[in-house]
Every structure is written in structure tokens, then in C-alpha cells.
């Protein structure tokens, strides 16, 4: 490559690229922050300052290791008392280093040096594309060829950030997936502008991290800018559409806005159950959305019919016998316990266990739930003592978890009830009731779950068993 040229390869690099100092100008970098050429960064010896932009400063170095030039992305000291600024950079190099590509500047290394990120990169010599335009005046072949290798990397880039977000969100890193999500959006924003339905996308994923981050009227706006912008690009009635309605649905359930959530839910299964069809899976996983919602406003018999709804979707889409059937039968048996018909919860919460073991194993934490359904089934039917071994099964496995400190003094208190009830029990069974009701008692508080008629019920009972047992002794 000649050296008044534009690389062949036309290169992303990361915020901002590398060009000579004599052409940035950029004299908005306070003198203060500018390292002179020998200075150690890290193992690198700085040899020149080639570019800065709003988070950072970039040096040509050496690495004597490796015996190359490199690349060094130095946070400035404005950036500094913003932690955000470390966190963005550190997900943008995180990003980037696992991301192979052509046109996309290779990672060598992150760290930190007196206090500040750095990310040392591969070294892209030449000009910028600006500059290049500017000096050469190409023709538009080369424009074009030029401007579509930077799109495959941009492209490429642009995946890698969504990607790794989503990775972030799932191991519960939200500033970084935040700020990788953020990243995706301005590539996406940059390539597409901002009415192209693409942007939508990434919006719903920046309302998830600022969801998770408490941030959630930021979260709802957003998810009303991807509706609205769906809708204008792409139509009403278009499966997009669809999707950022049942978006906004989830959110607004989560913040119990239960009428909105109905409305945009309904929305979504019309628009969805004429595009795909009303037996494709992604229809029955609305039904159920619909039916939490039902039960919610207490419309349980609206609840009952989207639930067993998705068991006739899941059933024909995946069969009887899927692990996903438990979600509808245990969800029905929900429904039915809370309606005191225990009668016929009880084979569904059979069902829902028999399922669950099959696909998940017997150890699995996410039985209790239907192995408490069923003791409290069998309990009610006045079947005790078959209540005993589901009961004992359901805190054998939320234990092992240490689960919600209301699931598990729950649990604790179901089976201090059965077992203090059980014809069969005698006095040792009954001792170790009374100790339950009291564990049930303690979780509660040490949990500080905030309902005082559940304490006042677990301190009523626990005291007139000792009560009892004070009286049985005397």
C-alpha cells in the first residue's frame, strides 16, 4: 500500500480511527493527558499520538513481546470520572476480541494503567476515509469497493455487539450489556438512519438492560418508539409489529398495568394468528402471556381458556408427552387449586410432575411448585397422609436451592400443617412440626417479605400448637 493510499482492506476500528497526528487537529485533549513517546503503557513503549475522539486517546506503540506495532485506546481523563465510560469501553474491546473478520481491527489486549482502560489493538496504518476522499478524489468504483468492505466489517461489528449484549443481560452484567446493546444501536443507526425498522430491534434490547437497571421509563420509551416505528415502516398488521406489541405487553404486565398489557397482548395474537397461522407455537406462547394476564384481573375463567389453548398448540406443535406441557397443565392446575377444586387439579398437577421429571430429572428445584400443588391438593381432599411425601419432597428441593425466602417458609409451614394433622403422625412427628412452623416463622421475617397477615397467620399457629403442647405435657 502506498503511503498516500486508503488500506485495500478497509478496516473497522473500534470508536475511532487511527490517523496520523498531523492530520487530526483535535486539540480538545487537554496537553495533561497526552503520553510522550518512551513512556511505558503497561508493556507497550508509546511512540506516537495518532488520534483521539470523545472517550479516548490512541498511540502508536511498540510491544517487545510480540516484536510488533500496535494500537493503544487510552480512556481520557474526561472520561475518567464517568465509570460508565470504563464499562462501554471494556464491553466494546470484550465485543471485539472475540470477533474474527477482515475489515475489523483484531484485539490484542485490555488493562489498566495508573487508574485508566486501555485497549491495545491491531495497528491499521493509512488515512481516513474522509481524508482519502478528500486527497484522491476516486472514482466511484473504488468508492463503492472501498465503502462496501467497511459495511462488511461494520456488519459484522454490528452482530457482535448485539450478541455479546445478549450473553452480558443473561449473566446478569447489565451496565455492560447496556453498553454493548448501546453500541449495536449506533452502528444499526449509523448504516440504516433513524426510520429504518431494523432500529427497533435494539431498541427492545436497550429497554431490557434499562429495565433490569430500574431505569424503566427509559425502558418504556423506547419500546413505544420500536411500536411506533414499526408500525409507520412496516404496517399495522406486520409480524414485527406483532412482536414489539407483545414487548410492550411484558413490560406493562411486569408493572401490573394489567388493562394495557391485555390491550397490546390482544393486539399481538390478532396480528400474529393471521400471519403465522393460530397453531404455530409462537401464537400459544401469547396465549399464555393473555392467560397470566386473565389471572391477574381475576378472570379466571378467561385464564382457564388461554391456558388450555396453549396446551392444544404445544400439543399438536410438539406432542403429549413434550417437556413444554408443563407449563400449560401446571399453569391450569394453578388455576383450579386456587379455585378450592382440588379434585381436578390434582391429576393435572400429577400430570405436570410426570412431565417434569421426565425432561428435567427428579432434582430439579422448578418440581416444588407442583409437588406443592399436590400436597396441598391431596391436603384439602382430606387425603393427609398422602400429602406428607409431596410435602416433604417440594422443601427437599427448595432447600437445596436456597429459594425465595417465601417459597421456602411456605413450604416449611405446608408441611408443619400436614404433619401436625396426619392420623398417622405421633408425638416425634408432631415435635418436628411445631419446629417447622417456628423455621417457617423465622425465613419469613429474616426474608423481609412485606405482608404482615402471612407472619400474623405463621405466629397464630405457632403458638397454639405450643399451646397444645404445653397441655398435652401438663
Known amino acids: 500500500m502506498g503511503s498516500g493510499g486508503i488500506s485495500d482492506d478497509p478496516t473497522i476500528v473500534m470508536g475511532e480511527r487511527s490517523t496520523p497526528s498531523s492530520q487530526t487537529g483535535d486539540d480538545d485533549v487537554a496537553a495533561a493527558t497526552v503520553l510522550r513517546p518512551g513512556k511505558l503503557l503497561s508493556r507497550y513503549a508509546v511512540l506516537e499520538r495518532v488520534g483521539a475522539g470523545g472517550m479516548g486517546v490512541v498511540y ?10 500496535v494500537a493503544v485506546k487510552l480512556l481520557s481523563d474526561e472520561s475518567l470520572v464517568d465509570t460508565l465510560g470504563r464499562h462501554r469501553m471494556l464491553a466494546e474491546a470484550q465485543a471485539l476480541a472475540r470477533l474474527t473478520h477482515p475489515n475489523v481491527v483484531a484485539v490484542h489486549d485490555v488493562g489498566m494503567h495508573e487508574g485508566r482502560t486501555f485497549i491495545a489493538m491491531e495497528f491499521v496504518q493509512g488515512k481516513t476515509l474522509k481524508a482519502w476522499l478528500a486527497a484522491e478524489r476516486p472514482g466511484w468504483r473504488d468508492v463503492v469497493r472501498v465503502c462496501a468492505s467497511a459495511g462488511r466489517g461494520l456488519a459484522a461489528a454490528h452482530a457482535a455487539y448485539a450478541g455479546f449484549g445478549n450473553t452480558l443481560r443473561a449473566l446478569g452484567q447489565y451496565h455492560e450489556a447496556r453498553d454493548a446493546h448501546q453500541r449495536a444501536y449506533d452502528i444499526a443507526l449509523a448504516r440504516f438512519g433513524s426510520e429504518h425498522p431494523a432500529l427497533a430491534t435494539h431498541m427492545a434490547n436497550l429497554a431490557g ?18 411500536l411506533a416505528l414499526r408500525e409507520a415502516s412496516l404496517g399495522p398488521n406486520a409480524r414485527a409489529t406483532g412482536e414489539s406489541l407483545l414487548n410492550l405487553s411484558a413490560f406493562e404486565y411486569k408493572r401490573l398495568e394489567l388493562d394495557a398489557a391485555r390491550e397490546h397482548a390482544e393486539r399481538a395474537v390478532e396480528i400474529l394468528e393471521r ?5 404455530h407455537p409462537y401464537v400459544g406462547g401469547l396465549h399464555h402471556n393473555l392467560g397470566l394476564i386473565a389471572q391477574g384481573q381475576k378472570r379466571i375463567d378467561d385464564a382457564l381458556r388461554h391456558f388450555e389453548e396453549l396446551e392444544r398448540v404445544f400439543a399438536k406443535s410438539y406432542g403429549p408427552t413434550h417437556p413444554n406441557m408443563v407449563i400449560p397443565v401446571s399453569a391450569r392446575a394453578g388455576l383450579l387449586r386456587d379455585r378450592r377444586d382440588y379434585a381436578t387439579a390434582l391429576p393435572l398437577y400429577e400430570r405436570a410432575l410426570e412431565l417434569g421429571i421426565a425432561a428435567l430429572g427428579q432434582e430439579h428445584p422448578t418440581l416444588a411448585y407442583d409437588y406443592v400443588g399436590k400436597a396441598v391438593s391431596l391436603f384439602n381432599l382430606g387425603r393427609v397422609d398422602e400429602a406428607v411425601a409431596p410435602a416433604e419432597r417440594a422443601l427437599a428441593l427448595r432447600e437445596h436451592v436456597t429459594a425465595e425466602p417465601n417459597e421456602l417458609s411456605f413450604s416449611y409451614f405446608l408441611l408443619a400443617n400436614i404433619l401436625w394433622t396426619a392420623p398417622s403422625s405421633d408425638a416425634a412427628a408432631r415435635s418436628r412440626a411445631l419446629e417447622l412452623g417456628r423455621k417457617a416463622l423465622k425465613t419469613w421475617r429474616e426474608g423481609g417479605a412485606d405482608d404482615p397477615k402471612r407472619a400474623a397467620q405463621y405466629e397464630a399457629w405457632v403458638r397454639e400448637r405450643e399451646g397444645d403442647a404445653a397441655a398435652h405435657k401438663g
Open 275 to 279: 400471519v403465522l397461522g393460530p397453531d
Open 209 to 226: 438492560d434499562l429495565e433490569r437497571l430500574g431505569k424503566n421509563d427509559e425502558a418504556r420509551d423506547l419500546l413505544v418508539r420500536a
Open 60 to 69: 502508536a506503540a511498540y510491544d517487545p513481546q510480540l516484536d510488533r506495532r
